[in-house]
């Protein structure tokens, strides 16, 4: 296999968000993490608050985009909301407990969005990628597509 047929633009992306969502997690934890030691949880355990909080929202995104239609699914959405607020609301209340203002509660709130948005890409771009193309090359259902039987006969 050459090196242009193992970089797609999917491989890229994920290359891309995991470095991007790495970075953005060290930045939510560190925040997380002082916001949880100035309020009661031990040092030991503080660093433990932001992995919870942050890795609902990590193992929730890829859920939601991976699940196929129905309660499954909504439940995963549902998890990465809640997951994704707490996440903003801590990395806040961390920029305005250590004397920010509005400009340093705007980009606390960053690293939790960027983290949801650049997982949410790549597991979309991959899901995309791997629809198989039809002949025309238009992208076909993959086989585990959602769709009602009416849909899936209409395409066939």
């Known amino acids: ?23 953005a997690s060290w930045m939510s934890f560190t925040a997380l993490s002082d916001l949880a030691a100035d309020n009661g949880i031990a040092d030991d355990q ?20 991976t699940l196929a239609m129905g309660w499954p699914r909504a439940y995963a959405w549902i ?25 340093a509660v705007a980009i606390s709130v960053i690293p939790p969005l960027v983290q949801l948005a650049s997982i949410h890409l790549a597991i979309t771009l991959a899901n995309e990628e791997s629809r198989p193309a039809l002949a025309d090359g238009s992208p076909g259902l993959s086989v585990d597509a959602p769709g009602t039987e009416e849909e899936l006969l209409a395409a066939a």
């Not at 992306?13 to 995991?18: F, L, S, V």
């Open 79 to 103: 998890l990465l909301v809640l997951g994704t607020a707490v996440s903003v609301g801590g990395n806040s209340a961390h920029a305005v407990t250590n004397g920010g203002g509005s400009i």
């Open 46 to 65: 503080s660093p433990a608050f932001p992995l919870i909080v942050d890795g609902l929202t990590i193992v929730s995104t890829i859920a939601a985009a």
């Open 1 to 23: 296999m050459s090196i242009t047929t193992q970089l797609t633009p999917a491989r890229i992306t994920a290359g891309g968000a995991i470095a991007v969502t790495g970075l």
